[in-house]
């Protein structure tokens, strides 16, 4: 079936599936964002600008997707985009840009060959099941297929874009090492950008937010959550933890002796920025991703000291009071004190959302919510209710039918990931790669557990299109071998030389 629609691209150019896309963009335009023909028409400009540089420098629309993805929320925040602007627009755009130009451009990128994976056929059954959620009608308030749309692109669409975009575009060795280095240095600025907020201070938009948050400034304004450049704290803290425990398996796994002491770094600044969220559930994250590592690198060497290290850190968060002087460590903490109140006030909630949800196991549907759902509604409880977790938040609106195919589906993407990394590839540096988008996984699904963070910007892009790599590296570990080759080739005749160098200036 893929090598039919490789034939069908080359004929076609993809035009019908062109016109699908543009025509799904449009619906998104006119119903969701609203926009005017006026709009539209001063705007023209700038997208015949887009798709110039889209043909001409495709990889430079990619690298401005990473980047405004992961700074959306930092600019809208700070009132750096026009007014009325959904702030996921210019992420669709950009996708579907790239999209675009790889069908239409199909003979200069043959890699959908590469989608027909497990991953695929998970995320199709997932936006499967909510394209069926359109027809559901348990808050007996009529199918509202605008609100549908703006949930279900959010909630599935999202996924298959990044899968594409990724599975396309990242398809070299080269490539891949750059997106590395640049989702490195992304992570660097967001966890450095929490030290421009706390010694130097807040923008004046920062603060003015700040006024009205009840969960960011603590114990009478004297503990204060950081949040950098995403939508909160606990989005912040958990996304740059994932983070940490790639670079960390990364930094561990890399053969280049610089890179390798690079990516540490960046681990250690991801952990001090995720201490400085106050982000309780971060620490699930980093711990629990390290530890599935300890699984997937199938080494004794490996297992012994990290458990030990993640061991004598339990201890001493749960069993001391050692550092109890310090705000950050004494909130984190809390997460072993089983009395926390806002732990149970989500228990005391979801038991609530049990009650009514037996009566609807498909969920009150993808897209409602407070504003469409009236007053004296029987639903109207959950769909104002917080969610507290991306897992509760799935339940809410697709049921426990919709909760477990979706649980289903991550479980299947994860493993055929797992697979690969455990029993396809061979270089054990590339291995590592796998196994540090794998465990980033896991660890940011950990934080869906605990917070609403799985879907937020930039989330979803990174951690669903670094699993999205993991597929792709069985078909470049050839070039991969070659690539580090050649870096390592580099890397000792510089040492080399070096050595002669000390060598010569004793003599």
């Given at each position: 079936?893929?090598?039919?629609?490789?034939?069908?691209?080359?004929?076609?150019?993809?035009?019908?599936?062109?016109?699908?896309?543009?025509?799904?963009?449009?619906?998104?335009?006119?119903?969701?964002?609203?926009?005017?023909?006026?709009?539209?028409?001063?705007?023209?400009?700038?997208?015949?600008?887009?798709?110039?540089?889209?043909?001409?420098?495709?990889?430079?629309?990619?690298?401005?997707?990473?980047?405004?993805?992961?700074?959306?929320?930092?600019?809208?925040?700070?009132?750096?985009?026009?007014?009325?602007?959904?702030?996921?627009?210019?992420?669709?755009?950009?996708?579907?840009?790239?999209?675009?130009?790889?069908?239409?451009?199909?003979?200069?990128?043959?890699?959908?060959?590469?989608?027909?994976?497990?991953?695929?056929?998970?995320?199709?059954?997932?936006?499967?099941?909510?394209?069926?959620?359109?027809?559901?009608?348990?808050?007996?308030?009529?199918?509202?297929?605008?609100?549908?749309?703006?949930?279900?692109?959010?909630?599935?669409?999202?996924?298959?874009?990044?899968?594409?975009?990724?599975?396309?575009?990242?398809?070299?060795?080269?490539?891949?090492?750059?997106?590395?280095?640049?989702?490195?240095?992304?992570?660097?600025?967001?966890?450095?950008?929490?030290?421009?907020?706390?010694?130097?201070?807040?923008?004046?938009?920062?603060?003015?937010?700040?006024?009205?948050?009840?969960?960011?400034?603590?114990?009478?304004?004297?503990?204060?959550?950081?949040?950098?450049?995403?939508?909160?704290?606990?989005?912040?803290?958990?996304?740059?933890?994932?983070?940490?425990?790639?670079?960390?398996?990364?930094?561990?796994?890399?053969?280049?002796?610089?890179?390798?002491?690079?990516?540490?770094?960046?681990?250690?600044?991801?952990?001090?920025?995720?201490?400085?969220?106050?982000?309780?559930?971060?620490?699930?994250?980093?711990?629990?991703?390290?530890?599935?590592?300890?699984?997937?690198?199938?080494?004794?060497?490996?297992?012994?000291?990290?458990?030990?290290?993640?061991?004598?850190?339990?201890?001493?968060?749960?069993?001391?009071?050692?550092?109890?002087?310090?705000?950050?460590?004494?909130?984190?903490?809390?997460?072993?004190?089983?009395?926390?109140?806002?732990?149970?006030?989500?228990?005391?909630?979801?038991?609530?959302?049990?009650?009514?949800?037996?009566?609807?196991?498909?969920?009150?549907?993808?897209?409602?919510?407070?504003?469409?759902?009236?007053?004296?509604?029987?639903?109207?409880?959950?769909?104002?209710?917080?969610?507290?977790?991306?897992?509760?938040?799935?339940?809410?609106?697709?049921?426990?039918?919709?909760?477990?195919?979706?649980?289903?589906?991550?479980?299947?993407?994860?493993?055929?990931?797992?697979?690969?990394?455990?029993?396809?590839?061979?270089?054990?540096?590339?291995?590592?790669?796998g196994a540090g988008m794998c465990c980033a996984f896991i660890a940011i699904q950990v934080g869906a557990y605990g917070n609403e963070v799985l879907f937020q910007f930039p989330n979803c892009l990174i951690y669903y299109g670094g699993l999205t790599l993991v597929y792709t590296l069985p078909f470049i570990e050839k070039e991969w071998i070659e690539y580090e080759a050649k870096e390592l080739a580099i890397q000792e005749e510089k040492e080399r030389l070096k050595l002669e160098k000390k060598k010569a200036s004793r003599v």
């Amino acid at each position: 079936m893929i090598k039919d629609f490789a034939t069908y691209k080359q004929e076609t150019g993809g035009r019908a599936l062109l016109l699908f896309l543009l025509f799904g963009l449009a619906i998104y335009q006119f119903i969701a964002a609203g926009f005017s023909a006026f709009a539209m028409i001063c705007a023209s400009p700038l997208l015949i600008i887009a798709i110039y540089v889209a043909f001409r420098w495709p990889m430079a629309v990619f690298w401005s997707l990473c980047i405004y993805n992961y700074i959306v929320f930092g600019l809208d925040r700070n009132n750096l985009m026009p007014s009325g602007l959904p702030v996921s627009l210019v992420v669709e755009l950009l996708e579907i840009l790239l999209l675009s130009v790889a069908i239409i451009d199909a003979r200069k990128t043959p890699n959908f060959e590469r989608a027909g994976n497990l991953m695929l056929y998970a995320l199709l059954c997932w936006c499967g099941f909510c394209t069926l959620e359109v027809f559901n009608d348990t808050c007996g308030i009529g199918i509202n297929v605008a609100a549908w749309y703006q949930g279900a692109r959010m909630l599935a669409f999202q996924i298959i874009y990044a899968f594409l975009v990724f599975t396309i575009y990242i398809n070299t060795p080269k490539r891949l090492f750059q997106y590395i280095l640049f989702w490195g240095g992304l992570s660097l600025f967001g966890s450095l950008y929490t030290l421009k907020q706390k010694y130097i201070g807040f923008s004046p938009a920062e603060s003015a937010w700040l006024v009205g948050s009840v969960t960011h400034v603590l114990q009478g304004g004297t503990l204060i959550r950081y949040f950098s450049v995403y939508s909160d704290a606990a989005n912040f803290g958990e996304g740059i933890a994932s983070a940490a425990v790639a670079f960390f398996i990364f930094g561990i796994t890399n053969k280049i002796n610089k890179y390798r002491l690079l990516f540490i770094a960046i681990g250690i600044f991801c952990v001090w920025g995720m201490f400085l969220s106050g982000t309780r559930t971060a620490m699930g994250c980093l711990g629990v991703g390290i530890m599935a590592y300890i699984v997937l690198s199938k080494s004794v060497r490996i297992a012994v000291p990290v458990t030990l290290f993640f061991g004598l850190a339990f201890v001493f968060l749960a069993f001391t009071n050692i550092g109890q002087g310090n705000q950050q460590i004494r909130r984190m903490r809390s997460v072993f004190n089983k009395r926390d109140q806002s732990a149970n006030v989500r228990s005391i909630n979801q038991e609530t959302m049990r009650k009514y949800l037996r009566e609807a196991p498909w969920g009150i549907g993808i897209g409602i919510n407070q504003t469409n759902v009236p007053k004296n509604n029987k639903y109207t409880l959950m769909s104002s209710i917080p969610a507290d977790s991306h897992y509760v938040f799935v339940w809410i609106h697709t049921g426990k039918i919709g909760l477990i195919t979706f649980i289903t589906t991550m479980l299947l993407m994860l493993s055929g990931a797992c697979w690969i990394v455990l029993f396809r590839i061979k270089s054990s540096s590339l291995q590592g790669i796998g196994a540090g988008m794998c465990c980033a996984f896991i660890a940011i699904q950990v934080g869906a557990y605990g917070n609403e963070v799985l879907f937020q910007f930039p989330n979803c892009l990174i951690y669903y299109g670094g699993l999205t790599l993991v597929y792709t590296l069985p078909f470049i570990e050839k070039e991969w071998i070659e690539y580090e080759a050649k870096e390592l080739a580099i890397q000792e005749e510089k040492e080399r030389l070096k050595l002669e160098k000390k060598k010569a200036s004793r003599v």
